[in-house]
């Protein structure tokens, strides 16, 4: 008695084909989850002022790249670490704050965005490029390619416990699946990793892509000094905020590169760093920012609460994580479903 019996996924297929996503025009979609980007970094002064410049040279970026961002904050079913919850509660859409529930849900055949995607003609792509192993789980979330570290073929230098720099997996995927006009719309979930705990090895930002795919992505000696990073257990704040940092600068990059087809961007953050970085008691709040070209495509999530911008204008949450799902579908075009943040449904508990 875990789930819920039905979700705004499954309310939304119950929908002809061909009816969910009209405000996409089939547009490709890149769901980010941004590694441990959480409100901390608005809420605490010296956080938000360590990180002010290069999250303004992000929307800088995105305005030069002809795109416009809003943005809100939500929170988050996790703090601290267990992405996997934030991950699955956008997707299904069902609360996971209780993690026995992400456990159970894995064993269902429960539907998630992935099949809505598909149902609607997109090719599902499911990046993990922290992966190394045979992770099972994959199973559930049902990609069309599910690609991992391995699969990418990276020879540079390994950073951290994770190796694989995200500027370099997001510019990979590109090379290997080039979105040309012949090959369907793509939905893309893409969670990004060089922020994670313990924030050591931080890569250098290539600003070279071609250089970035060649077989030395990076300049030796910043390469070797980054491999030299020691972790900080005592005071991780520091290191913390330049793997932030990195996140900006690359993701600025990544939108002033030529785009192959447009595409419409969700970033996520998953949640809060763990205590040894606020050291200070925080909300399990995170910001959704939500980039495209389209301002008529904007104006319907600035209609639900969210403001221009990176930094949203109103603190207060509009909802959990796993209401997002109601208003994306709402915001790409699909009336009437219930569980959004403007009217929330509460189902009942039951079993599966």
Do not use: C
């Not at 360590?50 to 030069?64: F, W």
């Not at 391995?150 to 694989?164: D, M, N, R, V």
């Not at 609460?305 to 909802?319: E, I, S, V, Y």
């Amino acid at each position: 008695k875990l789930l819920p019996p039905s979700t705004v996924v499954d309310e939304a297929l119950a929908k002809p084909e061909g009816e969910l996503l009209p405000g996409l025009k089939k547009r490709d979609v890149n769901l980010m989850f941004l590694e441990t980007y959480g409100a901390v970094l608005y809420d605490q002064t010296e956080s938000s002022q360590a990180v002010a410049s290069t999250r303004a040279e992000l929307e800088k970026a995105i305005s030069a790249s002809g795109r416009h961002v809003v943005s809100a904050f939500y929170v988050s079913p996790t703090i601290g670490g267990a992405s996997d919850l934030a991950h699955l509660s956008v997707l299904s859409g069902i609360d996971l704050k209780d993690s026995r529930k992400h456990d159970v849900l894995l064993t269902t055949q429960r539907r998630t965005l992935t099949d809505l995607f598909e149902r609607e003609g997109y090719e599902t792509f499911g990046v993990y490029h922290s992966v190394g192993w045979d992770w099972v789980e994959r199973s559930f979330y049902s990609y069309d390619r599910y690609i991992d570290g391995p699969a990418l073929a990276y020879t540079g230098p390994a950073f951290g416990f994770w190796k694989i720099p995200d500027q370099f997996a997001a510019a990979r995927v590109e090379q290997l699946y080039p979105r040309h006009a012949g090959v369907k719309p793509r939905f893309m979930f893409f969670p990004t990793i060089s922020s994670h705990f313990p924030f050591h090895q931080i890569p250098p930002y290539q600003p070279d892509w071609g250089k970035l795919l060649s077989s030395e992505p990076f300049d030796k000696v910043e390469a070797a000094r980054a491999q030299a990073e020691p972790v900080s257990w005592e005071y991780m704040k520091p290191d913390y905020l330049r793997a932030i940092n990195y996140t900006h600068t690359w993701l600025a990059g990544y939108f002033s590169q030529p785009e192959p087809r447009e595409t419409v961007y969700v970033m996520v953050g998953d949640h809060q760093p763990t205590g040894s970085v606020s050291r200070e008691p925080t909300p399990w709040d995170v910001p959704v920012f939500v980039v495209s070209r389209d301002q008529k495509l904007l104006d319907r999530f600035r209609a639900m609460g969210f403001t221009d911008g990176l930094t949203p204008a109103q603190r207060k949450p509009l909802g959990d994580l796993y209401q997002l799902t109601g208003t994306l579908l709402r915001g790409f075009g699909s009336e009437g479903l219930d569980n959004s943040t403007a009217s929330v449904q509460v189902l009942p508990l039951t079993a599966n």
